[in-house]
């Protein structure tokens, strides 16, 4: 099977460098059955300051590990140098992705640490080539990733208000299913080539939407149609089964269920800005098209064949909305 690019990383997951803090996790919940939405792992809590701020054994940067399901899952950590309450943002790798990958890739760790925010990036089951997606298919790994935040919060100074996810491709598709398969417990997402992967839920609670998708993307396509436009052989014939939505439409009901009242749009050069205001919890959805992008993260720096999307940069302007956000 060909590699495609980010959706299918073609790279292994990196080995534990010798001397790293590894930690565990024992007591996870069950994992979803088949066509339901996993659970958050805790009770619900009063929002602000986590119980890390007072933790004795805060967490080191480098890569963790947590077992949920019985299973090790591996993250990298990268820390700030802020000291007190920090947002919290999960940079979702690809279909086959590693987290070293996503993380030179994005550029969020370099960047959002430069912020005062917390970056965990983490690994996908290691039995699955990608993100078990809530109520869809695959393993529990919004299950997962609320055990991942719980630990974070025990072990850092978490501000609970401002958590949030932001992926990339199948990433992205997971990072925007988590605002409902975590229950409201996000301020915001981010999807990069991949809002449209996951249908959106109609019993979310507020969370910004900030997305980018380019129109000539061949891999989750801009305008609906089959995923993988250019794979042949058995890859194809999967992806024949699947047609995914317009990003348009899957914006646009984002905004429905969010009850947006005000659309603004303005253009400049190939790149469309359409903005969605006046939404429930103070919710703002940004969605930018960059007309003939591919499936990139615009403004990387190209890695294999991952080209590079201009002329915007999504890093910091997915922190820019991030800033701007916070669960109330």
Known sequence: ?????????????????????????????????????????????????????????????????????????????????????????????GLGGTPARQSAYSRLAEQGTGRGYIVATPQASPEAIGWGLPGLFGPDDAGFLGALLDELERRLCVDTRREFAAGMSMGAGMATGLICGLDGRLAGVAAVAGLNIVPPCERAGPATIVAFHGTADRIVPYDSGHPFQ??????????????????????????????????????????????????????????????GGGHTWPGAVPIGRLGRTDPLGATALILDAFDAAARR
């Not at 099977?1 to 024992?26: N, V, Y």
């Not at 805790?42 to 947590?66: F, K, M």
């Not at 303005?266 to 959805?285: D, H, K, M």
Request: charged residues 20%; hydrophobic residues 35%; glycine residues 8%.
């Open 1 to 93: 099977m060909a590699c495609l690019a980010l959706l299918l990383g073609c790279s292994t997951p990196p080995p534990h460098p010798q001397g790293s803090p590894q930690h565990s996790l024992q007591n996870s919940p069950p994992a979803a059955q088949p066509g339901q939405t996993a659970r958050p792992s805790r009770e619900p809590v009063a929002l602000g300051p986590s119980s890390g701020c007072d933790a004795g054994d805060p967490l080191r940067p480098g890569v963790h590990t947590l077992t949920h399901d019985g299973q090790p899952r591996r993250y990298l950590l990268a820390l700030p140098r802020a000291a007190g309450p920090r947002p919290l943002v999960l940079d979702l790798h």
């Open 230 to 291: 250019d794979q042949r052989g058995r890859l194809r014939a999967l992806a024949d089964l699947i047609t995914l939505p317009p990003v348009e439409d899957t914006f646009r009901r984002w905004a429905q269920i969010f009850r947006c009242r005000r659309d603004v749009a303005a253009a400049q050069g190939q790149v469309r800005v359409r903005e969605w205001r006046s939404c429930a919890g103070g919710a703002v959805l940004r969605l930018y098209t960059v007309r």
